[in-house]
């Protein structure tokens, strides 16, 4: 075996712009990718032997990163299995995580890789592009700006930003991939690589070789600590109480989502349909602090969401109230640092939250593993063309042309938290000289004007770029 110093395919280079959809059509497109390598000095090709290799492909994670890549490698005809260590569990995250946000780029890849699986994936999902999103005050429940999904979906004919429900995305995917290809019951603990192969190890001592090995298992993958070496994930400073909720609002036609913002806290509600409301309230506290002992009701979870959103206005209070205390879950939030080189080395990769974690804030992180999956497939549909085994410079470019769209939405969704910890809306008057002049205690901050002008300019461009990026999308779908 060689070093993994030595297996670096390819140069690391700087950051690049997003990915641009080639006219490729992995639904329609059956025939099966073989590997094909033209021989030189007058020796026979194995093409013309007629010995014709399928690319293999071993991904580690069955969620929705590693499904997705699956089902794309499946259609190109490529030898591909997907490892997870426990489905259950899967299940079990996409539930206290509750319904994942897809966007007009995500859902046009998904269009892409499989027009059967986007079509099942559309109709078990809730849009809410079509309606009015965006920021609001948490204590008055003002609008301080709203985004507009739905045009620039339509200018260049692509779907419109719905939410569904992860497990039943999840069920979507695992259907369409198969147990064949799924293999639950194996998780990826190491690999071995060398010039020509890459061996997974999983924790009951099986292997399988494969041509190159995906890391998609998620913020703690073990892929990327064999690669990198062992890393603390880094605390968000954000604790995520979340809940969804039998509940319809009497906004329910005109507003999809709307995060309402405040202190070192916000609040996010999103319609996921079928008379049910989610939430997710951000709080800033040390990473394992502890809620309120059971009781009385209201008690623990619940309790302290009363302490912390009480006082805002009536939208919030009344979806923390709707909500009952066992369906409220709580979490704190990790991320990572981006891997300023490479995400790989030689014949292994990284994908999705292994690859670049994200804090919830913009609700992309599924939306980005879902996107690494198209550009992946694409750089090794051209290696396959090339020939003469180039998957590990197909890797290196993959890596290459998605780093800076992805650091771009990974700091973002930083930064929108440390927003959070400067946010003051409000001059507290409270006993000064000048309150007994108004009929309020409080004013409104004159940056908070400035900020609100700033964001309504450069929010919703900025939006429109992750959502519906021309340079990112299929010629088939521009008009």
Same mark, same amino acid.
């Given at each position: 075996?060689?070093?993994?110093?030595?297996?670096?395919?390819?140069?690391?280079?700087? %950051?690049?712009?997003s990915?641009?959809?080639?006219?490729?059509?992995?639904?329609?497109?059956?025939?099966l990718?073989?590997?094909?390598?033209?021989?030189s000095?007058?020796?026979?090709?194995?093409?013309?032997?007629g010995?014709?290799?399928?690319?293999?492909?071993?991904?580690?994670?069955g969620?929705i990163?590693?499904?997705?890549?699956?089902?794309?490698?499946?259609?190109?005809?490529?030898?591909v299995?997907?490892?997870?260590?426990?489905?259950?569990?899967?299940?079990?995250?996409?539930?206290?995580?509750?319904?994942?946000?897809l966007?007009?780029?995500?859902?046009a890849?998904?269009?892409?890789?499989d027009? %059967?699986?986007?079509?099942?994936?559309?109709?078990?999902?809730?849009?809410?592009?079509?309606?009015?999103?965006?920021?609001a005050?948490?204590?008055?429940?003002?609008?301080?700006?709203?985004?507009?999904?739905l045009?620039?979906a339509?200018?260049r004919?692509?779907?419109i930003?719905?939410?569904?429900?992860?497990?039943?995305?999840?069920?979507?995917?695992?259907? !369409?991939?198969?147990?064949d290809?799924?293999?639950?019951?194996?998780?990826?603990?190491?690999?071995i690589?060398d010039?020509?192969k890459?061996?997974?190890?999983?924790?009951?001592?099986?292997?399988?070789?494969?041509?190159?090995?995906?890391?998609?298992?998620?913020?703690?993958?073990?892929v990327?600590?064999?690669?990198?070496?062992?890393?603390?994930?880094k605390?968000?400073?954000?604790?995520c109480?979340s809940?969804?909720?039998?509940?319809?609002?009497?906004?329910?036609?005109?507003?999809?989502?709307?995060?309402?913002?405040g202190?070192?806290?916000?609040?996010?509600?999103?319609?996921?349909?079928?008379? $049910?409301?989610?939430w997710?309230?951000f709080?800033?506290?040390?990473?394992m602090?502890?809620?309120?002992?059971?009781?009385?009701?209201p008690?623990?979870?619940? $309790?302290?969401?009363?302490e912390?959103?009480?006082?805002?206005?009536?939208?919030?209070?009344?979806l923390?109230?709707?909500?009952?205390?066992?369906a409220?879950?709580?979490?704190?939030?990790?991320d990572?640092d981006?891997i300023?080189?490479?995400?790989?080395?030689?014949?292994?990769t990284?994908?999705?939250?292994?690859? %670049?974690p994200?804090?919830p804030?913009?609700?992309?992180?599924?939306?980005?593993?879902?996107?690494?999956?198209?550009?992946?497939?694409?750089?090794?549909d051209k290696?396959?063309?090339?020939?003469c085994?180039?998957n590990?410079?197909?890797?290196?470019?993959?890596?290459?042309?998605?780093?800076?769209?992805? !650091?771009?939405?990974?700091?973002?969704?930083?930064?929108?938290? $440390?927003?959070?910890?400067?946010?003051q809306?409000?001059?507290?008057?409270?006993?000064s000289?000048?309150?007994?002049?108004?009929?309020?205690?409080?004013?409104?901050?004159?940056?908070? %004007?400035v900020?609100?002008?700033?964001?309504?300019i450069?929010?919703?461009?900025?939006?429109?770029?992750i959502i519906?990026?021309p340079?990112?999308?299929?010629?088939?779908?521009?008009?």
């Amino acid at each position: 075996m060689v070093s993994l110093q030595s297996l670096r395919g390819g140069a690391c280079n700087q %950051h690049q712009s997003s990915i641009r959809f080639t006219a490729l059509d992995l639904t329609r497109s059956k025939t099966l990718c073989v590997v094909r390598c033209k021989a030189s000095y007058g020796t026979t090709s194995s093409e013309e032997k007629g010995d014709q290799k399928k690319l293999r492909i071993l991904i580690a994670g069955g969620g929705i990163g590693g499904l997705v890549l699956g089902l794309a490698a499946k259609n190109r005809g490529y030898d591909v299995k997907v490892f997870e260590r426990d489905l259950s569990a899967v299940r079990g995250e996409g539930r206290h995580r509750g319904p994942i946000q897809l966007s007009s780029s995500a859902l046009a890849v998904l269009q892409a890789i499989d027009e %059967h699986v986007a079509k099942q994936i559309m109709e078990a999902g809730c849009v809410t592009g079509d309606r009015i999103n965006g920021l609001a005050d948490g204590i008055s429940g003002e609008w301080f700006t709203k985004f507009d999904l739905l045009t620039p979906a339509l200018r260049r004919g692509l779907p419109i930003t719905q939410t569904i429900c992860r497990m039943a995305l999840q069920d979507i995917l695992v259907n !369409s991939i198969g147990f064949d290809i799924l293999i639950n019951n194996s998780k990826v603990v190491d690999f071995i690589q060398d010039s020509d192969k890459v061996i997974v190890i999983l924790e009951d001592g099986r292997r399988y070789k494969g041509d190159i090995l995906v890391g998609a298992d998620g913020i703690w993958s073990e892929v990327r600590a064999k690669l990198f070496g062992l890393q603390e994930a880094k605390y968000s400073g954000y604790t995520c109480y979340s809940g969804i909720t039998d509940f319809v609002p009497p906004y329910i036609d005109t507003v999809g989502y709307r995060v309402f913002i405040g202190l070192k806290q916000c609040f996010v509600a999103s319609d996921v349909g079928n008379g $049910k409301m989610q939430w997710y309230a951000f709080y800033n506290q040390p990473p394992m602090s502890t809620d309120p002992p059971g009781g009385m009701s209201p008690s623990g979870k619940k $309790k302290r969401l009363v302490e912390l959103f009480g006082q805002w206005c009536g939208e919030v209070i009344d979806l923390i109230s709707k909500t009952p205390e066992d369906a409220i879950l709580r979490r704190d939030i990790y991320d990572r640092d981006m891997i300023d080189d490479c995400w790989g080395i030689g014949r292994v990769t990284l994908l999705g939250d292994a690859a %670049h974690p994200m804090q919830p804030n913009l609700g992309q992180g599924g939306c980005m593993a879902i996107e690494d999956c198209y550009q992946l497939i694409l750089e090794l549909d051209k290696a396959v063309v090339r020939g003469c085994d180039e998957n590990v410079s197909a890797l290196r470019s993959y890596e290459k042309k998605r780093r800076f769209r992805v !650091s771009t939405v990974h700091a973002a969704s930083r930064m929108a938290s $440390k927003m959070l910890a400067s946010y003051q809306p409000y001059i507290e008057l409270g006993s000064s000289p000048l309150s007994q002049y108004l009929s309020v205690p409080r004013i409104k901050a004159p940056t908070v %004007h400035v900020a609100r002008a700033i964001l309504q300019i450069c929010m919703p461009l900025f939006m429109t770029w992750i959502i519906a990026d021309p340079s990112f999308i299929n010629d088939s779908y521009a008009k």
